[in-house]
């Protein structure tokens, strides 16, 4: 059976209670259960791509504004955030039509795309034209900055209006949960 999709996106603000309570569902399941509130809350405040077949939605992801440092150069950065695709819907280009849409809005908006990639996610994020970030990474804390060791090799970056040096210094602002 051929379905139909449609792509939705919308900010935060345009989202009903419904909508959120389907996308947070969405999170739990394609996450496999390991997507906290933390998580949920670093998805909130931007723009959304929501994948519809019909009533059900069957992928999603938010692009978030962030500060970056780079090399010490502050750049207002698109955090790619929430991408998944409903489990029974994978494997179908679904993924990549979400990281489409988000992607436009990075590059019409930020300097650059940044995300933390999970094992499963990477080779979609690659295949896109995202690069792994080889250099250090940390976090500007409220005590100053901190290293962030365990999150070297899952970052990757679409550089959009600057030149970058992979193997130099990213620090990311601070946020509670996971800071990449």
């Known amino acids: 059976m051929d379905h139909v999709t449609q792509l939705r996106t919308a900010h935060t603000a345009d989202l009903d209670t419904a909508t959120r ?6 999170m739990t399941t394609g996450f496999d259960g390991d997507f906290s509130d933390e998580d949920w809350n670093h998805a909130l405040g931007g723009m959304h791509a929501l994948l519809w077949d019909g009533q059900d939605l ?59 990639a999970s ?31 365990d999150d070297d090799g899952n970052i990757y970056v679409l550089p959009v209006a600057v030149q970058l040096d992979l193997s130099g210094a990213i620090a990311c602002d601070w946020r509670d949960g996971d800071v990449w």
């Open 119 to 149: 094992d499963d996610g990477a080779a979609l994020y690659r295949s896109r034209g995202w690069q792994l970030w080889e250099g250090p990474s940390s976090v500007v804390t409220p005590d100053g900055l901190a290293r962030t060791e």
């Open 58 to 116: 069957i992928a999603h992801g938010a692009v978030v504004q962030r500060r970056m440092l780079v090399e010490g150069r502050p750049l207002r950065a698109g955090h790619v955030e929430a991408v998944a695709v409903r489990p029974d819907r994978r494997r179908q280009g679904h993924g990549g039509t979400v990281m489409a849409e988000l992607e436009r809005i990075v590059r019409g908006a930020y300097d650059l795309g940044v995300l933390g």
């Open 21 to 26: 309570a389907t996308i947070r569902d969405l």
